[in-house]
C-alpha cells in the first residue's frame, strides 16, 4: 500500500482542525499536500504547496485539478464546500465518498425528517411554517416547538418557542442562519439522547459507536448545545435491535457506499426520535472514539479513499496513543466559553500529559473573538479522556476547571461551566 501511495497529490479543501493527522498520513506514505482556498487557513502550515483558489468555483476547480495533477481531493467537514466538491469531483470522475443528491438528501433536515418516516422510524412531530401566516401555523397546544435552518448544524439558529412571539422571533433566526433561507418547526421534546454513527465500506454499513449526548442551554439564546458525550451508550443494543436493519435499508437505498454517517436521536423513556443526520464527521472529533473502540482510522480511510478509489477501513495506523489503555469507557467534554476576547489560555498543556487524555484538540486560540451565538462556536476545546466509572469520570471534569483558565482582555474569566454533573451522574 505504501508503494502505490508514494509521490500522489492530494488536494485539501476547506479549515480542517485535525490537520495534523493528515500530515501524520502524508508523512507516512510519502503523499504530497496541497491546498487550495480563497483565503489562508491552518491547512496552510501542513500543505507542501498553497495556493488561493475558490474552492467552491466549479469551473474554476476543475481547471485547477487538471493544471496541478492531483490524484485525490480530501474535503474533510466543511458543509459548504463537500455540497460543491462532490459535484465536481464526480464530473471529473475522481473518488469522491458522496454525490450531491446523497450529500442533499441527507443535509437538508426536511427531506430527512421525509426519508425517515418513509422507512418507518421514529421522528418528532413537524409544523408546515407558512411564512405570511407564521403564527396561525402552530395550534397553541404545540407549544413549546423549535425551530432551527433545514441547513446547518452546531445549533446555529436553533430557537425553543413557547408561545407565538417568540416562535416570530425563532423563525427569523433560523431563516437568517440558512443557506438557503428555509426554516424546520417541530414540537419540542426531550433532547437528551444518543449520536450513533456507521462506517460504510464498498455498500456495507458498519455499525461503529452509539455515544449518550448530554446538552447544556445557553438562556440567552435560548439554544441547547452539546455539553457531554460519555462513550459507549447505554442503550446501545436496544437502539441497534430496534433500528439497525431498517436504516441499514435506508442508506442502501440512497446508494450509500463509503464514508462516515453519523444519527442523533433524541430519547425520552422508551421513546426514541431521529432527529438529524450528518455525511461527514462530527465537530466533537468522534473518529477518535470510533478508533478506540472499532480499530476504524476513518480519517485515514477517507484519504486513502479519495487517492486510490479502493475501500478499506482496517490496517491503518491508529490515532489512540499507545500510552492510554484500552478497555475503559470514553468521554469527551467541550470546553464552553463566555463571549469576549481571549487573551490568554493556561492549565491546556497540563491537561493533555494527563495518562487518561487522548487529545484535547482546540477550537479557538488566543486573540480569538468569541461570539455570543449561543452555538457550538462557543467551544474552546474538546477534552477526550478515558474513565472506569461515573465517580472517575466527574472527578477528571472536576479536575479539568480547577487547572484550566481562560482569560479576556480585562482579566476576566472566560471559561463557562455550564453541565450540571449531578444530572448526568
Wanted: charged share 25%; hydrophobic share 35%.
Amino acid at each position: 500500500m505504501e508503494d502505490s501511495l508514494k509521490g500522489k497529490r492530494l488536494l485539501l479543501l476547506g479549515s480542517n482542525v485535525w490537520r495534523n493527522v493528515i500530515r501524520r498520513f502524508a508523512d507516512e506514505y510519502g503523499v504530497r499536500l496541497i491546498f487550495a482556498g480563497k483565503t489562508a487557513a491552518p491547512l496552510d502550515e501542513i500543505a507542501d504547496e498553497s495556493y488561493r483558489v475558490d474552492s467552491i468555483d466549479h469551473e474554476v476547480m476543475k481547471a485547477f485539478i487538471r493544471e496541478h495533477d492531483i490524484d485525490g481531493v480530501y474535503m474533510g467537514g466543511s458543509e459548504l464546500i463537500i455540497s460543491h466538491a462532490c459535484q465536481y469531483l464526480n464530473e471529473l470522475g475522481l473518488p469522491c465518498y458522496c454525490d450531491k443528491t446523497q450529500w442533499e438528501t441527507l443535509q437538508n433536515k426536511a427531506n430527512l425528517k421525509s426519508l425517515f418516516m418513509k422507512y418507518g422510524l421514529p421522528v418528532v412531530p413537524r409544523y408546515i411554517i407558512d411564512p405570511n401566516h407564521i403564527v396561525e401555523s402552530v395550534p397553541q397546544s404545540a407549544y413549546p416547538v423549535i425551530t432551527k435552518p433545514t441547513d446547518g448544524s452546531g445549533s446555529n439558529g436553533f430557537s425553543v418557542c413557547r408561545n407565538a412571539q417568540e416562535l416570530v422571533k425563532g423563525y427569523q433566526v433560523a431563516a437568517n442562519n440558512s443557506f438557503n433561507g428555509e426554516v424546520i418547526c417541530e414540537k419540542f421534546v426531550k433532547n437528551e439522547g444518543l449520536v450513533v454513527f456507521f462506517s460504510f465500506t464498498n455498500g456495507e454499513m458498519i455499525f461503529t459507536l452509539a455515544e449518550d449526548k448530554f446538552p447544556v442551554k445557553y438562556e440567552k439564546q435560548g439554544s441547547y448545545v452539546a455539553g457531554l458525550f460519555l462513550c459507549e451508550s447505554k442503550v446501545k443494543q436496544d437502539f441497534r435491535v430496534r433500528y439497525e436493519e431498517q436504516l441499514a435499508t435506508l442508506f442502501k437505498g440512497l446508494g450509500i457506499r463509503e464514508g462516515t454517517i453519523w444519527i442523533e436521536v433524541f430519547r425520552d423513556g422508551d421513546d426514541y426520535f431521529f432527529n438529524e443526520c450528518g455525511y461527514r464527521y462530527g465537530g466533537s472529533f468522534s473518529f477518535y472514539t470510533v478508533d478506540y473502540f472499532r480499530g476504524i482510522n476513518q480519517v485515514y480511510a477517507d484519504i486513502y479513499y479519495a487517492l486510490t478509489g479502493n475501500s478499506k477501513l482496517y490496517g491503518f495506523s491508529s490515532l489512540i496513543p499507545d500510552s492510554v489503555e484500552k478497555e475503559k469507557k470514553y468521554c469527551i467534554y467541550p470546553i464552553h466559553l463566555k463571549p469576549g476576547r481571549i487573551a490568554s489560555i493556561s492549565g491546556i498543556q497540563e491537561i493533555k500529559q494527563w495518562p487518561n487524555v487522548v487529545l484535547v484538540p482546540l477550537q479557538k486560540e488566543e486573540g480569538d473573538e468569541v461570539a455570543d451565538s449561543g452555538s457550538f462556536g462557543q467551544v474552546m476545546a474538546l477534552v477526550h479522556f478515558t474513565y472506569d466509572d461515573e465517580t472517575d469520570c466527574r472527578q477528571t471534569i472536576e479536575r479539568i476547571h480547577k487547572i484550566l483558565s481562560v482569560k479576556d482582555s480585562t482579566g476576566n474569566e472566560m471559561v463557562n461551566m455550564m453541565l450540571d454533573l449531578d444530572r448526568v451522574f
